[in-house]
C-alpha cells in the first residue's frame, strides 16, 4: 500500500548536474551568503543558489559531485543538512532474506544513516542527510527489486494495489493436475502413468512460463550475494525438473521407464503460487484499519466566500475560510463552529461509540460525520496539520517501524539461506554416498530446500503489529511506534498525572476564606495576577469573578512561578497566588487560615492562598479552595489495572491533602504530592531504579518530560500536543480506563509475535530434518512451505476481533 514521505521537504535531483536539498540554521541574508560560497568552494560546483524563505539550496555542479560533500561543506560553514525520514513502497520482496537485502543496500547508500524494512507493509523508512530520493530507488533497484516514492502526507491516498491476480495459480493448477492424477491412480491400484513426453509438455509451461519469477527473484539475490525463497525453489524445482528431464531422455519415454519427478516441480511452484496468493489476500486484511480511516478523508468542502458557497476540493481550503458542513457530510478539515448545533458522529477517530454534541464555540475534527444540523466552522487545520492526517501518519509509522523482538529475527534470517543451501548439499551427498541411489538422494535435497522458506519468518513480527495498532485505533487507541507496542506488554506500574487526567481538569472556586477582606476583594486580587494565565485554576477564577460582577483590575508585571503559582502589579501593590511553597518561600504565614485549609484539603480540594505585598509590609489576605470532579471512569481504571498484575501511583503538584483525598477515592495506594514539573521525570526515573517498567500517563505541558522519561508515555488527546508528541500512545478519549486497554491489546500482540515466531521456526526446525532424513518428499514440503506463510498472518488477523473491556 501506499505511504507517506514523512518531511514536507525532500533531497532532490532538479537535473543533469543540479541538486537541491534542505539547509537549517540560516537567519539572515549574511547566513545566505556564508551558506553560498561555501557550497562554491566545493570541487566541482559550477554555480550556488541559496533562498532563505524555503531554506533551500540549489546547485549545479559536476555528476562527481555528490549531496553528501555538500552537505560537508554546509556543516563546516554552521548550518545543518538535516537527517529526514522518506517513506518508499517496495515491490518484489517475498520473504525476509529480501528484506535484509533492500535494508544491506540503502546503508550503502553515502549519507543514509538508517533504513527499516517492512514485508508485510512493502515499505521502507529510510533516514538519511542530503541523500536525494532517486539515489536510494537506484540502490534498491541495483538489489533487484522495484521501489517508488509515496503520496505526501495530508494528500488523498492513491488506491492500493489490488490483489495478486488468480490466474497465474489456476493455470499452474491446470497444467498440474493431470501429473498429479496418476499418482492418486495408484491409490487405487490404477496405473494411469502418462507418457513421459506428455509431462515434460504439461511441466514445461510451470516451470519456466508460470515459475519465471523464481528465476527471476533468485538471479537477482545470487548477482547481490546472498540468498532468498525464491532461490530456494528455483533450485529445488529445476534439480527435480533437470532429473526428469534426464530420465526421459536417457529412456526414450518408453513404456516400463521408472518414475519421473516433474510433479514434484510442477506441484511445488503451483503450491509456492498459491500460498502466495493466499498470503498476499490475507496481508490486504492487515491495513484494514488504516484503509477505514483513508476512507474518513473528505474529497470536496463547501466553502463560504465573498457571501457565496461553492465547492472546492478540499485541499483547495485554506486556514481561516468558513466552511460549511450539511446534515449527513463528513467535516472536511478541522475547525471550530461559529453557527450552529448538531451532533457528530466520532467513532472511527476516537473509538466513542455515541454521537457528540456540539455547539457555537466547539472544535469539530475533520472525518467525523454530521448528523443533524448545519454547522458553518471556521477552518483551523487542513491537510497534513487536520488530526485525521496526524492519526493516519501515526499509524502508518507504527506499521512500518520494526519491533525490538525483530532484531533476533534479522540475525536468523541474514544466515538462513546459507545455511539450508548446506544442509540440502550435505542431504545430497548423504544419500548418494550411503545408499548409492542419487534419485532419491536428489528429491531429498529438493526437499529440504522448498519446505525452508523464511517467509513466515518475515511475516511473524510485522503482521501482528499491523492488526494490533490497526484494532487498536478502531478503538481511540493511536501507538505511535512498535516499540512503545511491544515495551507496554510489561508494564508493572502506570503512574498518573491527577489534574486532566484522573480529575476532569475543570476546577470550579467552591470556597473563599478570606483573613480580613470581603470576598469580593478577593475574588478581585486573584482576577487580577490571574487574568493573563491559561491555566484551569485561573478559568475558574474568572469564572467565578464573572458570575459574580466583578469587575477586572488591570495588572502589570505578570509572572508564572512554576510549580508554585503566580504573581503580578496590581492596585498599588504585589499579588501572590500559589501554594504553600510559593508562602514560605516569600515569607507569608499562613497559620491564620491552617484550619480552614487543611478542611479543604481532607476533602479533596486544592487550596491557592492569597498574599499582598504593600511597600514593605507582606500579609497573607485568604485563600481560595477549587474542586474538581473525578472522571468516572478513573476508578474503573485503576481497578483494571490491579487486576492485570499492574499498580498505580499518581504523581501531583498539588497539596497532599487533596492529593490524598483523590487517590483515596480512586483505591491508589502510592501517590506524591507537591511535585515540581520540573521533578516529575526523575520521580519516574526512580520508579524504574527497581527494574520496574513504568508508563506515565498525562495531559499537559509539564508532563511532557515524566512522559518522555517513563517505559512508555501515554497522552490524552485531550490535553496538549506537546504531551502527545512526547508519548508512544496517544488516548483519542480523556478516559482514562484506556490504559489499561492500551495495555491489554500490547499484551494480546505481543503473544501473537511471540505465537507467530514460534510457528514459523518450528515449521524449519521440525520439517527441514525430515526432508533431510527422507520422510517429507517435495510436494509435501511444497504444501507445508506454503501453509507456514498462510497460518502466520491468519493468527495474526485473530487480533482484529480485539475488542476494549465492557465493548
Known amino acids: 500500500m501506499d505511504t507517506v514521505v514523512k518531511t514536507s521537504i525532500k533531497p532532490q535531483q532538479i537535473g543533469h548536474n543540479e541538486l537541491s536539498f534542505k539547509v537549517e540554521g540560516m537567519t539572515c541574508a549574511s547566513c545566505v551568503t556564508r551558506v553560498e560560497k ?12 541559496v533562498n532563505l524563505a524555503t531554506e533551500r539550496a540549489t546547485v549545479r555542479a559536476d555528476a562527481s559531485v555528490g549531496l553528501q560533500a555538500l552537505a560537508d561543506a554546509v556543516e563546516k560553514a554552521g548550518y545543518e543538512v538535516p537527517e529526514e525520514s522518506v517513506s518508499l513502497s517496495i515491490a518484489g520482496m517475498t520473504c525476509a532474506s529480501c528484506v535484509a537485502r533492500v535494508e544491506k543496500a540503502l546503508k550503502k547508500v553515502p549519507g543514509v544513516t538508517d533504513a527499516s524494512v517492512n514485508l508485510a507493509t512493502e515499505k521502507a523508512q529510510v533516514k538519511a542527510s542530503g541523500v536525494p530520493v532517486h539515489a536510494m530507488i537506484a540502490a534498491i533497484e541495483k538489489a533487484g527489486y522495484v521501489a517508488r516514492p509515496v503520496h505526501e502526507a495530508g494528500a488523498p491516498a492513491k488506491e492500493s494495489r489490488g490483489l495478486p491476480s488468480w490466474w497465474p495459480v489456476a493455470a499452474s493448477a491446470l497444467f498440474s493436475l493431470p501429473l498429479v492424477m496418476p499418482m492418486i491412480g495408484l491409490l487405487f491400484g490404477r496405473d494411469w502413468m502418462l507418457p513421459g513426453w506428455l509431462q515434460l509438455a504439461l511441466a514445461t509451461p510451470v516451470q519456466f512460463w508460470l515459475g519465471a519469477r523464481f528465476y527471476r527473484a533468485g538471479w537477482n539475490a545470487l548477482r547481490n550475494g546472498s540468498g532468498n525463497m525464491d532461490l530456494l525453489v528455483a533450485i529445488g524445482t529445476s534439480a527435480a525438473y533437470g532429473l526428469s528431464f534426464y530420465l526421459l531422455l536417457q529412456h526414450g519415454g518408453h513404456e516400463g521407464m521408472q518414475h519421473l519427478y516433474f510433479e514434484s516441480s510442477a506441484v511445488v511452484i503451483t503450491l509456492v503460487l498459491l500460498g502466495k496468493w493466499l498470503e498476499a489476500r490475507a496481508k490486504g486484511q492487515t491495513v484494514a484499519a488504516l484503509k477505514a480511516l483513508e476512507s474518513l478523508r473528505a474529497t470536496v468542502a463547501t466553502v463560504r466566500r465573498d457571501g457565496q458557497e461553492r465547492e472546492v476540493p478540499v485541499g483547495s481550503v485554506r486556514v481561516g475560510d468558513r466552511v460549511v458542513v450539511r446534515p449527513g457530510e463528513r467535516v472536511p478539515v478541522d475547525g471550530r463552529i461559529v453557527e450552529g448545533s448538531s451532533h457528530l458522529d466520532e467513532a472511527l477517530l476516537t473509538g466513542e461509540s455515541l454521537p457528540v454534541s456540539k455547539t457555537v464555540g466547539d472544535n469539530l475534527t475533520g472525518g467525523a460525520i454530521n448528523a443533524e444540523g448545519l454547522l458553518v466552522m471556521e477552518a483551523t487545520a487542513v491537510g497534513g496539520a487536520t488530526m485525521l492526517s496526524q492519526i493516519i501518519k501515526l499509524v502508518e509509522d507504527a506499521q512500518a517501524v520494526k519491533a525490538p523482538i525483530q532484531r533476533l529475527v534479522d540475525k536468523v534470517s541474514a544466515i538462513f539461506v546459507p545455511v539450508v543451501l548446506l544442509i540440502s548439499l550435505i542431504t545430497l551427498l548423504g544419500w548418494g554416498m550411503i545408499t548409492g541411489d542419487w534419485q532419491q538422494a536428489l528429491l531429498n535435497a529438493v526437499a529440504v530446500q522448498v519446505i ?291 495495555i491489554d491489546v500490547s499484551r494480546r500482540t505481543y503473544r501473537k509475535i511471540k505465537q507467530n515466531l514460534f510457528w514459523a521456526f518450528i515449521y524449519n526446525l521440525v520439517g527441514i530434518p525430515l526432508a533431510a532424513f527422507g520422510v517429507l518428499n517435495p510436494v509435501i514440503a511444497g504444501a507445508a512451505m506454503a501453509f507456514s506463510s498462510v497460518s502466520v498472518v491468519t493468527n495474526a488477523l485473530l487480533l482484529r476481533g480485539w475488542r476494549p473491556a465492557g465493548r
Open 38 to 49: 561555501a557550497l562554491k568552494k566545493v570541487p566541482g560546483v559550477e554555480t550556488a543558489s
Open 452 to 742: 525452508a522458506c523464511p517467509c513466515a519468518l518475515g511475516l511473524a513480527t510485522p503482521t501482528s503489529i499491523m492488526v494490533g495498532t490497526g484494532a487498536a485505533a478502531r478503538h481511540g487507541i493511536l501507538i505511535k511506534d512498535a516499540e512503545a507496542l511491544e515495551t507496554a506488554h510489561a508494564v508493572s506500574m502506570v503512574a498518573f498525572d491527577k489534574t486532566g487526567t484522573l480529575t476532569e481538569g475543570k476546577p470550579t472556586v467552591a470556597a473563599v476564606d478570606s483573613a480580613g477582606r470581603a470576598e469580593h476583594e478577593l475574588l478581585a486580587l486573584a482576577q487580577a495576577v490571574q487574568q493573563y494565565s491559561d491555566h484551569p485554576l485561573a478559568r475558574a477564577v474568572q469564572e467565578a469573578a464573572a458570575a459574580r460582577g466583578i469587575a477586572r483590575l488591570a495588572a502589570t508585571a505578570a509572572k508564572a512561578l512554576p510549580g508554585r503559582g503566580v504573581q503580578a502589579d496590581a492596585d498599588g501593590a504585589t499579588i501572590y497566588l500559589g501554594n504553600r511553597r510559593l508562602m514560605q518561600e516569600i515569607g507569608a504565614p499562613t497559620t491564620a487560615l491552617e484550619m480552614q485549609a487543611q478542611a479543604h484539603e481532607a476533602a479533596g480540594r486544592t487550596v491557592s492562598w492569597l498574599a499582598v505585598k504593600r511597600d514593605d509590609s507582606l500579609a497573607l489576605e485568604g485563600l481560595l479552595a477549587f474542586g474538581d470532579s473525578i472522571k468516572a471512569s478513573a476508578r474503573e481504571a485503576v481497578s483494571r489495572l490491579a487486576a492485570m498484575g499492574v499498580s498505580s501511583i499518581m504523581l501531583t503538584g498539588d497539596n497532599p491533602g487533596s492529593a490524598k483525598a483523590v487517590a483515596s477515592a480512586l483505591g491508589i495506594a502510592e501517590f506524591r504530592a507537591e511535585i515540581l514539573p520540573a521533578d516529575k521525570a526523575g520521580a519516574v526515573a526512580e520508579l524504574k531504579r527497581g527494574g520496574r517498567r513504568v508508563a506515565m500517563v498525562g495531559d499537559g505541558i509539564n508532563d511532557a518530560p515524566a512522559l518522555a522519561a517513563a517505559d512508555v508515555g501515554i497522552a490524552l488527546s485531550t490535553g496538549t500536543d506537546v504531551a502527545m508528541h512526547a508519548a508512544g500512545i496517544t488516548l483519542m478519549r480523556g478516559d482514562p480506563a484506556l490504559v489499561a486497554d492500551a
